[in-house]
């Protein structure tokens, strides 16, 4: 079984020629199975060898993500789709993609002034058709005075003392105004006109006009609601003030003149530069989208390269030079089963750098555990990575994976045991497995991630979910004699005593599953309760005592017998002489039809242990078969506690006995492996025995807990049951018992929200985690160390989008 126990791995030394060290590593990466020892721990990454080729490679990939932004920018997606493009080597693809980058950061530039210009000389035709239309008012206003100044002056010529005509006079001599126009943001337009009569005490006029659409700011580049303004000043003092404040309100000033003839000259330039600029913009845009879209196409094949490559030169960072500064030498682990692919790697590479020294590849012995290599399909994996988050397996270790497969699915169902619930959750999660293809190539938000990835885990809890369905015979809460008919009925035809008088068995027992019609009657819930809470203590103990026999394999395998005899042997005794007496007594209860109070038994087998049974015994000579059960755990305990810490100490005094003299070594030994077997192993008793003494205490305490810790399969499956049938009686019958339509057509609605968002969703997650603490808590603990570390093979396959 390849699940069962990790691959035998092997610790392997690979001696390179630096002229096909880089095409070595690139077949290595492609067949995935070699784990990469760094032999440089003490340099810093600038200190390594092909640090500069690494730099190249991050720069290669800042391009590229520069590239990825400016196909965003434009709306294109780039092509997986296999383009038959022609090899490109790193150098050419560096020259390339530097004279791609600074031709679209020229085109960039070009077409943001352009831009600019555009957006300023909107602004400006603004400015001009606004301020226009104040100056052309003034003007016709300032005409008609002055024809009404005129008639005055010809009717009093005549009568008019003299120094009423020097007045007239003076009148004509007006004084000459500056101005400045330009556009403002119109949440600080407040603000500008207060700051304007504050610094120069009210000797300037202002005037503003909104403007009704949005402008795009040439400077932030964004939509702003902007006012025209003009002000109006006299002074070179006063215009400097003007000019300040509007810098510092960030106004954009524009010029413009009084004169009519040269305002209508103005705004013609204005929109013929405005055209001229427009057609320019788009030319440019066309062509700068034509220069992204060619290299979307590209994309992904220089992106995939320089990852490639990237990889390559990480991983020859990893390897040492040798004294003649010829060859690198790496080391690593690989399967046992992988030694022929990599040797046949290794004289490909040979051959096609046309390299003179063949690669050697030797294995090597070493003392440091090896990394978990378990082969998973698609299907598998997700049940393993459940295992996984609660720890990496040892070194072929056994592997609860394998059972999982089976025992968290029917857990699950245990507790959520309904099969019209199971046929949703089985179609939602077959949607996902008939889509795929699409959803695994696309980037899904955390919670559809999360369904994606653990698809076959759901749809095997549907499936035994649907089986449990059938044995606790509801579909959303109502039974049905699918397996034929009950086995029960009225005592008289009307049925009118059903409930006092109670049913008469008239037929076979019903063939599969509870006889639908316990449902509706006043025994359904002490009879499913007593039901569901022995048959959770029987999956509690099986599984509890399949974890047990795990750990007599570990042992095996291991060629520990101390572990054996004074682990694996008192457990089984202690735990099935309480627990598994326990379930016998549950079995033979269901068998004969005993009326015997198993609480009863189980609390006077430690309380009064010689006091006779009476109408509580299932079976002859039961009274001395619980006191040598009593008895047989008494003596678990100190057998698991006391031998096993003398019996290491022993063997480890063994093992080391005549320590002071060291074999000689061969030269080609690891000067590591000499230190590593010369140095003696240190031994603290006292530490082995608090280790022994706190994982007694542990196993004896948690056999109680653990086998109460699975009455939770009972709890759960009675809060399914409850709430389901609750929200069929009290929604979707109750909505029909109004003969109303609208409410029926309500109440509906209602039953299938809270299905969904109750019973398909909470209900789900929650049986879930509680399967999941039972696998974690309940069974691993029994056998399962999970201090090992994973195999991370070399492999281009595992490279990630987000490597850096």
């Known amino acids: 079984m390849d699940l069962f126990r990790s691959e035998p791995m092997q610790l392997t030394r690979v001696i390179i020629p630096v002229e096909s060290a880089h095409r070595v590593i690139s077949y290595l990466g492609e067949l995935g199975l070699f784990q990469f020892k760094d032999l440089n721990m003490e340099k810093s990454p600038f200190q390594r060898t092909y640090a500069t080729q690494i730099k190249r490679c991050e720069e290669m990939a800042r391009k590229l993500r520069f590239f ?13 789709k296999s383009t038959h493009v022609s090899e490109i080597s790193l150098d050419e693809l560096e020259v390339k993609l530097g004279e791609q980058e600074l031709e679209l950061i020229e085109m960039n530039a070009n077409s943001e002034k352009l831009q600019r210009a555009h957006n ?98 040439p400077v932030s580049e964004q939509k702003v609601e902007k006012n025209v303004f003009i002000v109006f000043h006299s002074g070179e003092r006063a215009k400097n003030k003007v000019l300040k404040i509007c810098d510092a309100f960030g ?55 320089v990852k490639k490559e990237k990889s390559i030169y990480y991983t020859l960072n990893m390897l040492c030079f040798d004294v003649t500064k010829k060859c690198l030498v790496a080391e690593g682990w690989c399967p046992v ?47 393993q990575e459940i295992v996984n988050a609660y720890g990496v397996a040892k ?97 008289d035809p009307s049925c009118r005593d059903a409930t006092t008088i109670g049913l008469i068995k008239v037929r076979d027992t019903y ?102 049974l009476e109408d509580n015994e299932l079976f002859f000579g039961q009274k001395y078969f619980q006191l040598l059960l009593l008895f047989m755990a008494l003596v678990a305990v100190p057998w698991m506690l006391i031998p096993k810490p003398f019996l290491l100490k022993k063997q480890h005094e063994e093992r080391h006995r005549g320590g002071a003299y060291q074999p000689l070594h061969s030269y080609d030994e690891n000067l590591e492996q000499e230190r590593n077997n010369g140095r003696r192993e240190e031994f603290e008793f006292s530490e082995i025995l608090v280790h022994q003494l706190i994982h007694t205490i542990e ?7 653990n086998t109460a810790s699975y009455l939770r399969l009972w709890a759960l499956s009675l809060a399914h049951s409850e709430l389901s049938s609750v929200f069929y009686e009290k929604v979707l019958v109750l909505s029909w018992g109004y003969n109303s339509v609208t409410i029926f057509i309500i109440g509906i609605i209602v039953f299938i929200f809270a299905t969904v968002g109750v019973l398909l969703v909470m209900e789900t997650l929650s049986a879930f985690l509680h399967a999941l603490r039972l696998h974690w808590v309940e069974f691993q603990n029994k056998f399962y160390q999970g201090d090992g570390y994973k195999f991370y093979p070399f492999s281009f396959a595992l490279i990630s989008d987000n490597e850096e």
């Open 68 to 80: 990825k932004d400016q196909m965003c920018k434009a709306g294109f997606i780039p092509s997986t």
């Open 699 to 705: 196993f004896v305490l948690g056999s109680v807990s």
């Open 395 to 491: 070194y072929q270790e056994a592997n609860p994976g394998v059972y999982t497969v089976v025992t968290f699915p029917f857990l699950f169902a245990v507790m959520f045991g309904d099969w019209g619930h199971g046929i949703c959750l089985f179609l939602a999660t077959m949607y996902l497995i008939l889509r795929e293809k699409t959803y695994s190539s696309q980037k899904l938000g955390d919670i559809m991630e999360m369904a994606f990835g653990g698809r076959y885990v759901i749809i095997m809890m549907s499936i035994f979910s649907i089986y449990t369905g059938f044995i606790y015979n509801e579909f959303f809460s109502v039974p049905y004699e699918l397996f034929g008919q009950s086995a029960y009925a009225c005592r």
């Open 511 to 612: 063939p599969f599953g509870v006889d639908p019609v316990w449902h509706g009657t006043r025994s359904e819930l002490p009879f499913l309760n007593s039901l569901k809470m022995k048959m959770s203590i029987l999956l509690g103990v099986a599984q509890m005592n399949l974890g047990i026999i795990l750990s007599y394999f570990n042992a095996k395998f291991f060629r520990n017998d101390i572990d054996t005899w004074y682990q694996f042997v008192p457990q089984m005794i202690f735990l099935n002489s309480l627990f598994g007496y326990l379930s016998l007594l549950i079995i033979l209860k269901w068998c004969t039809g005993s009326q015997a109070d198993l609480y009863h038994v189980m609390i006077y087998m430690f309380l009064s242990p010689m006091d006779d």
């Open 251 to 305: 106004a954009n000033r524009y010029p413009f003149t009084d004169d009519i003839g040269k305002q209508q000259q103005m705004v013609t330039e204005v929109t013929g530069k405005l055209s001229e600029l427009k057609t320019t913009i788009d030319v440019g845009k066309h062509h700068w989208r034509h220069v992204v879209h060619a290299i979307s196409h590209q994309y992904e094949q220089w992106n995939n390269l």
């Open 120 to 217: 300023e000389l909107l602004e400006y035709k603004l400015v001009l058709k606004k301020a226009g239309e104040v100056f052309n008012s003034a003007q016709r206003s300032a005409t008609a005075q002055q024809r009404e100044h005129e008639h005055r002056r010809v009717e009093r010529s005549l009568d008019s003392p003299l120094l009423l005509e020097q007045e007239i006079t003076d009148l004509s001599k007006q004084v000459k105004l500056g101005y400045v126009s330009g556009l403002i943001q119109r949440d600080k337009s407040m603000a500008f006109e207060r700051i304007l009569f504050r610094a120069t005490r009210g000797n300037v006029f202002l005037k503003q006009y909104s403007i009704e659409q949005p402008v795009i700011d």
């Open 337 to 383: 089963f992988a030694t022929s692919q990599i040797q046949k790697a290794l004289m490909k590479a040979t051959v096609d750098s046309n390299s003179q020294i063949g690669a050697i590849f030797e294995i090597l012995t070493s003392k440091e555990s090896p990394p978990t290599y378990l082969r998973t399909n698609k299907f598998t994996n997700s049940f």
